[in-house]
Nanobody, 121 residues
Framework: QVQLQESGGDLVQPGGSLRLSCAAS????????IGWFRQLPGKEREGVIC????????YYADSVKGRFTISRDSAKNTVYLQMNSLKPEDTALYYC??????????????RGKGTLVTVSP
């Protein structure tokens, strides 16, 4: 059974950093593209960043370029989202997702429940 569980969300001040974790189970995340998305209540979900099976990064949101990076730990079967220089507009529910495909896409339907990031003074 494919499962994804996010953690690491918190309240942080503008300019601060957070690292979110996405623990995979039921499959080996190394073999597939994993994406991070974010969503606010009543709004469309927004793609943030993705890592392909070969390790290539794709940024879905221009607003996070230079601030967010994605990485994976094979031993822990976990994907990370490192977020630096956080801004209030980064506030959202963040979740990871996969389509069990090799390449990144905007359609990733296996997803976790998410972890809340709040950026506020």
């Amino acid at each position: 059974q494919v499962q994804l569980q996010e953690s690491g969300g918190d309240l942080v001040q503008p300019g601060g950093s957070l690292r979110l974790s996405c623990a995979a189970s039921g499959f080996t995340q190394d073999y597939f593209a994993i994406g991070w998305f974010r969503q606010l209540p009543g709004k469309e979900r927004e793609g943030v960043i993705c890592i392909s099976s070969s390790g290539d990064m794709t940024y879905y949101a221009d607003s996070v370029k230079g601030r967010f990076t994605i990485s994976r730990d094979s031993a822990k079967n976990t994907v990370y989202l490192q977020m630096n220089s956080l801004k209030p507009e980064d506030t959202a529910l963040y979740y990871c997702a996969t389509e069990l495909d090799l390449y990144c896409s905007g359609s990733m339907n296996y997803r976790g429940k998410g972890t809340l990031v709040t950026v506020s003074p």
